[in-house]
C-alpha cells in the first residue's frame, strides 16, 4: 500500500458481477444523490451514454478486482464513508470551489493543494526530468558536447511537450510544470467554478499562456491529443463515487482519446499504490487486445514512478502515502 488511504465507498464486487447494466447505473435508489445528481455528465457526451455504461458495466462483470486493501481507515468511524463518497460528487466540487472562488476574492487565497505543495514541486521536477530523458534519447543520433547548447535544447525540448493537467482543480500543478519549463500547458475540470479559479490564480500569477477549459474527463469533448497527461487525484476522486468501478474503467476508456500515441500519462495517487495502478493498467489492457491494429498500440505499459517519496511503516510493510507512477501509451519506436 502506499500509505493510508482515504477509504473508498464499500462496494461488494461480488454482488456487482450479479447485477444489471440498469441496476449498475441508475441513481433511483441512491438517496445521497437523488436530489441533486445524475449520471449523465452536466455537459453532455459525445457517445451514447446508456451504451457507454453498458460498456463499462459488461467489462466490470468481467475483469478481477483485487479486494479493498487492509490499509483502509477503521470502518467503526460512522462518517468516513459518506465524506469520501462525496468527493465523487461532481455536485461537492462546485460548492467547493465556489467556496475557495469566494476566498481568493476576499483573501487571495489559492485554496488547497492536494497532497500539498512538496508533492506538486517533486511531481513536476521529476516529470521534467522524465521528459527530458525521453527528449534526449529520442535525439540520441545527433549528441552535441557543447554543454550550453545541450542546456538550451533541453529547454526546446520541454516547450514542445503538449501538456493536458485533467482534473486541474485550482490550476497550481500547471503553474509548477511553467516554472519547469512546459509552455504548451492545457487544464480541464467538470466543474466550472475550479476553472475560473485557475484562471483567477493563473492571471494574477502571470501566467496568462496556460489555457483552461470546462471538460469531463469521463466523456471528454477535446479533439486534441497531449505529449504528457498529468493527473493528480482525479482518479482517486473519480473511485470515491459509489459507481466508482465503472468509472475508473470509464477513466481508461478515456484515456487513449487524449494521450497522444508515445505520449505520457503520469498519475499521482493518495488511493493507491504503484503495484495497484499498474495492475489497474493491465486490467484495461487485457480489455482492449483484440481491439487495436498492431501489437502494443493503445495500449499502456509502465515506464516509472517516484522512489523519493517519504516512507513509512505499517502493519509490517513498507509505503509511503503517495505514489506517482508514469505509463506510456504503445511502444517507444
Known amino acids: 500500500m502506499a500509505g493510508i488511504r482515504l477509504p473508498p465507498e464499500d462496494i461488494d464486487i461480488s454482488q456487482a458481477r450479479a447485477l444489471s447494466t440498469a441496476d449498475l447505473i441508475s441513481d433511483d435508489d441512491r438517496s445521497i444523490a437523488a436530489d441533486s445528481w445524475s449520471i449523465k455528465s452536466d455537459y453532455g457526451s459525445t457517445l451514447d451514454d446508456d451504451q457507454r455504461h453498458a460498456d463499462a458495466s459488461e467489462a466490470l462483470a468481467a475483469a478481477r ?43 487571495g487565497d489559492a485554496g488547497e493543494v492536494w497532497f500539498g505543495a512538496d508533492v506538486m514541486e517533486m511531481v513536476a521536477s521529476w516529470t521534467k526530468g522524465l521528459c ?47 516554472k519547469q519549463g512546459f509552455s504548451d500547458l492545457t487544464g480541464t475540470d467538470y466543474s466550472e467554478g475550479a476553472i475560473n479559479l485557475a484562471r483567477n490564480l493563473a ?23 497531449f505529449e504528457l497527461v498529468m493527473d493528480k487525484g482525479t482518479l482517486d476522486a473519480i473511485g470515491l463515487h459509489p459507481d466508482g468501478p465503472i468509472k475508473r474503467i470509464m477513466y481508461w476508456e478515456s484515456m487513449p482519446r487524449l494521450v497522444a500515441p508515445g505520449g505520457l500519462l503520469v498519475i499521482t495517487s493518495c488511493n493507491n499504490t504503484k503495484e495497484e495502478l499498474v495492475q489497474e493498467v493491465e486490467n484495461f489492457n487485457q480489455r482492449k487486445i483484440g481491439e487495436v491494429e498492431e501489437e502494443g498500440k493503445g495500449l499502456f505499459c509502465y515506464l516509472d514512478h517516484i522512489r523519493s517519496y517519504p516512507t513509512f511503516m505499517f502493519g509490517g510493510s513498507v509505503g509511503s502515502r503517495v ?7 504503445g511502444k517507444w519506436v
Open 323 to 329: 505514489a506517482t507512477v508514469a505509463f506510456v501509451l
Open 132 to 178: 527530458i530523458d525521453i527528449s534526449q534519447k529520442h535525439l540520441q543520433n545527433h549528441n552535441n558536447d557543447n554543454d550550453s547548447e545541450s542546456v538550451n535544447q533541453e529547454e526546446k525540448d520541454l516547450a514542445s511537450w503538449s501538456v493536458l493537467d485533467v482534473g486541474t482543480g485550482n490550476g497550481l500543478l500547471l503553474q509548477e510544470l511553467a
Open 65 to 107: 478486482f483485487c479486494a479493498a486493501s487492509d490499509y483502509s481507515s477503521d470502518k467503526d468511524e460512522p462518517d468516513a464513508e459518506t465524506i469520501t463518497s462525496m468527493l465523487g460528487f461532481q455536485s461537492y466540487w462546485d460548492a467547493t470551489y465556489a467556496d475557495e472562488l469566494t476566498n481568493f476574492r476576499e483573501h
Open 203 to 225: 492571471n494574477r500569477d502571470g501566467f496568462n499562456g496556460i489555457k483552461l477549459l470546462v471538460d469531463d474527463v469521463l466523456e471528454t469533448k477535446l479533439d486534441k491529443k
